[in-house]
């Protein structure tokens, strides 16, 4: 069976679809040699275009959720194998998928902040998903070629490491709507900050249960300042790093200066069994 160049369009997307299906006299399964270019108006519409049989339930409801908004420029997609043999696991097939995507936010995950990506360019090559030329905006913050992964889309785990360039307000306000804000204890709301900052983020989302994440940032801040409601003195001239993650908080050579002498930072989670709330 050969069709060449067929051209599909409607609301959501346009296609251009080359397909030759090798049916075996035997009743095996058939050999699909599919490539198709397309691009997709409305983003949040691609949910009802993916593959039911092929993608697990979780993953396509996460899918669903996920993409809120933005298009695709450019897709492409080649397939060549027998379709019993998809995700070909054992080099009998090829699946492929390339897209770039713009202005498109994702809710990676409920409760964390959607970030807005300007350009995002991915690859799909079996059940593996890839991006590494990205760039980002996340509640003023900007990540600029973040690599993020699936490395198997039938177990999907969400992988993410970024390095991001902000300010330490961008970053409080960031860790404040996310559930990393528990770690604080509620704190968070109790201090003001300022000044430029650096981080290094590292998330891990398995979307079959994503309240098992796992989360981590090393965030650099030169020349910060903090203040904490209710107390006069602000601490100014903050340099160096300190890390955030699920299990807490510790700090590598972290000084500033407070009441006019210098001083050093030691950063902490305080044991839960010592006070009635967690506090850094």
């Known amino acids: 069976v050969l069709s060449d160049s067929v051209h599909v369009r409607n609301s959501d997307l346009e296609s251009q679809i080359s397909l030759q299906a090798t049916l075996p006299a035997d009743q095996s399964s058939p050999h699909i040699d599919f490539d198709a270019s397309w691009v997709v108006l409305d983003l949040s519409a691609i949910h009802r275009y993916l593959p039911a049989t092929i993608i697990p339930p979780k993953l396509s409801q996460w899918l669903e959720n996920a993409f809120v908004s933005g298009y695709v420029t450019s897709g492409h997609t080649h397939f060549d194998g027998r379709v019993a043999n998809f995700p070909f696991d054992d080099g009998s097939g090829v699946f492929r998928l390339e897209a770039r995507l713009e202005n498109t936010t994702i809710e990676y995950a409920p409760d964390w902040p959607a970030p807005e990506f300007r350009h995002l360019e991915i690859v799909v090559e079996n059940t593996h998903f890839l991006s590494v030329e990205n760039s980002v905006v996340d509640i003023g913050n900007y990540y600029q070629d973040a690599r993020i992964e699936i490395h198997d889309l039938r177990d999907p785990v969400l992988k993410v490491d970024a390095f991001a360039t902000g300010t330490l307000q961008s970053i409080h306000d960031y860790i404040s709507d996310s559930p990393v804000a528990n770690i604080f204890g509620g704190q968070l709301k109790s201090v003001e900050v300022d000044g430029d900052a650096s981080f290094d ?14 989360f981590s940032t090393r965030i650099r801040s030169s020349g910060g300042t903090v203040r904490v409601l209710g107390f006069p003195a602000a601490i100014t001239e903050l340099n160096g790093s300190f890390t955030v993650s699920r299990n807490g908080v510790s700090s590598d050579s972290l000084f500033a200066t407070f009441l006019g002498h210098p001083i050093d930072f030691n950063l902490t989670r305080t044991p839960d069994s010592v006070f009635p709330f967690r506090a850094v």
Do not use: A, E, G, R
């Not at 983020?201 to 796992?214: C, E, F, G, R």
């Open 201 to 214: 983020l590292s998330i891990t989302l398995p979307v079959n249960d994503i309240k098992s994440y796992d």
